[in-house]
């Protein structure tokens, strides 16, 4: 073991002085010759048995799905992208990494979470952070001004220069489609906007510098008191305690349409351009979400402020209530479960040009949505199905291996969802348990005599009945027996 | 922008600091204060203008879905995942990256292909390469012995102690099931076992060492002559040139089950304890085939190797088939679609006590498969919807966004897939040419008679013509004339 240890750690050297080379971008020989070192080691290591040697886990963030976690995940995104196709979106996709500048300067204090990749040797990469920067980027490349489209069943956006909060609304009533017909419980949508934040914070006095620092202070209200963000401004981020007082003024109200009315009366901030173009914004998305059927659902609450930077108009956040404890109680919030906004300049930086291009577009929060279905599910002790199987190919007697074979095989070229265990032997009475326990709904039982008659006995796992039916006759047979009741198309 | 040039050298220079310190492990009060200095300065540098700066791409090897090629994507999906349902798999899903100890040694000479991902202050992690390794982690992690799975529409593995062959000749069967149902041409399934090839190369003199490095130079003939392969097996992988014309003899060969019965005849071949158990399981295996109606497609070819290191059994890739120029020439390969084998050694690897699962696989060329049929359908210039939407609600008078607004509304609720344009008064020619680029087949036209009469307008884009349908009925008539003609369940 002490020679294996010295050999990984000759393999460990190996491994910087290559990964060094490759940085000083040395010639691809030199490099190739290193590798080739590299690789000798390797092989006189052989495979790394070192078992006990590490924690067996997914890294820090991540998580497995398991059968029964994927066929809950299935359930949720289906209702997602019904409602996204349902809304006229193209679906497109981009690949899981960027380069690494593609990404820089769009987040703001949010980019410390990006994943960068080594260098192999060429290209500086990281992992994308969300799916609206690549879009962003892919809407640039393609020189398109004009698209709906989802992206891996979470993110919706519509870009193109439309008419004032016509797809911002749009956007708002997909929202509530979702997290209503997921029936995860009451929601919340809380509505701001960039412009009545920036607005507010010129005429409370904050340095423009300061706007977007102090917009992340403001977006930690929803978790921490107004005390500890106002700590924070003044401490950390340099505002005077009266500034800060001023703005706490403001973001601690919230309200409806009412309390837009209400500002656009506001002496100070009426008379703020940005503020004054946001708060006629908001009036106007009220009436159309109004139309929507969806305005007692949304609260103007002038303490969201979203922490990404590239968020230039309307900004929105969707979150559960818990039913209060006592009567009379406001319901509380417990954490978002959606969220989006407009961002009208982040396709302009990555035009050569600057050609802009307005989006405005939502994002579904799926990992903490599966997670609430999930201990729903449990909750309710439900049990989920994790395969679609309509048929076992079992067999009474022995040495029926084959005519298993052939069968299930005719089956599967027939369309047919079937299986069969994989031994030579197996006992009539295993081949039950199994379907019990996978919920397969039908046993087709092969014996000499049916082969004899050309007929397959088929059992039903629930009533335990049993027929014979002709073997030309069974593919129909199993169709009519497991198709659904009624035919949703 | 000299002064901007020096700002972004000093954030580059804090960025490395932090790096530095990261990976020398320094304390966390002294790396949050460095991450602080560089938010600061990043903060004061502001978002990144650097237009012309870098070229708009995606990483080297990756690509951006069109809304086109995502419709051609599903397509394929859509026939993969029903053929892993038709066969009773469960999916599950695994993170895009994993501890970079759960990736290294299980590959070999491949392995110079692993993404390693930065040093987040912690865990040094790297993107996944293939998902047999992930879920041979996932199998160990979870301790399970028995599990049939698909992962993410392209990998479906079967794992557990079973009776020799039967799991083996059903993943050869799903492979031909899927490749015949995507219609991309006519196909072979090259099929060998690693322990076949261990045996030929332990008789031809190879030092055992050296099996896999010269398994993955025969890895190479499907791409470059026998005489290149000799030439890397003398010159840089030390083998006498007497040994590697005698693994010549063998790798040149390929045929049906009489090449099998052929080589257990072989003296020296069926002496060697390893080769002869390969032998009587190709055997075997060629059984079922043929009762899987599939014996014609399947290959016996030794000179099919596989580069990954974990395949430990039966190993087989398909290939697509160029009909040849010439009558009379063999078929010409070109290029795997398709590709598998057994690996009973790999969660082993993982198992603290090194307990091994028996696991057979397979895993479909998604990416080659897409392009073969996007290609195909660029030559028959078919065209492809990209979306569902069922109408289009239109106005053919002004100041009726409202009212667009309204049923639109009314259908989303009612679970129809609908769209309006985003403007404020459209032009009703403009509403009809975006239903004919699109593909939508219906418009519902609102106007003020309409609104009078309680009707709406509904005209068919194809036909042109339009009939008045009273509202309340509207949701009906829009199904029935857009449901497909036949119902698949």
Redesign the interface.
Known sequence: MAERAALEELVRLQGERVRGLKQQKASAEQIEEE?AKL?KL?????????????V?????G??????RQ??I??KVFDVIISCF???????????????K??L???YG?D??LI????D?G??L?S?RYDLTVPFA??L???KLTN?K?YHIAKDFD?A?Q??PM??D??CL?IMC?ILSSLQIGDFLVKVNDRRILDGMFAICGVPD?KF??ICSSVDKLDKVSWEEVKNEMVGEKGLTPEVADHIGDYVQQHGGVSLVEQLLQDPKLSQNKQALEGLEDLKLLFE?LT???IADKISFDLSLARGL?YYTGVIYEAVLLQTPVRPGEEPLGVGSVAAGGRYDGLVG??????RKVPCVGLSIGVERIFSIVEQRLEALEEKVR????QVLVASAQKRL??ER??LV?EL??A?????LL???NPKLLNQLQYCEE?GIPLVAIIGEQELKDGVIKLRSVASREEVDVRREDLVEEIKRRT??AL?I?
């Open positions: 590798v690789l390797k092989a006189q290591l052989g495979p790394d048995e070192g078992k006990q040697k590490f067996l886990k997914t890294p820090k991540t998580r497995d799905y398991s059968p994927m066929a995940r299935e196709k349902r809304h006229g979106a193209e679906v497109i996709d981009t690949p899981v990494f960027e380069l500048e593609t820089t300067g769009k204090e980019s410390k994943y960068d990749l080594k192999q060429g290209e990469l992992l980027r892919y640039a490349m393609n698209i489209r519509i193109g439309f008419d016509i797809p609304a749009e009533k489609e510098s977007r620092t159309y139309l929507f059927g930077d930086m990555f035009d050569p040009k600057g994790t395969t679609e199987t291996l084959e074979l052939k095989s599967w070229d369309g047919i969802k079937a299986e994989y031994k030579k996978a198709s659904p035919c198309c």
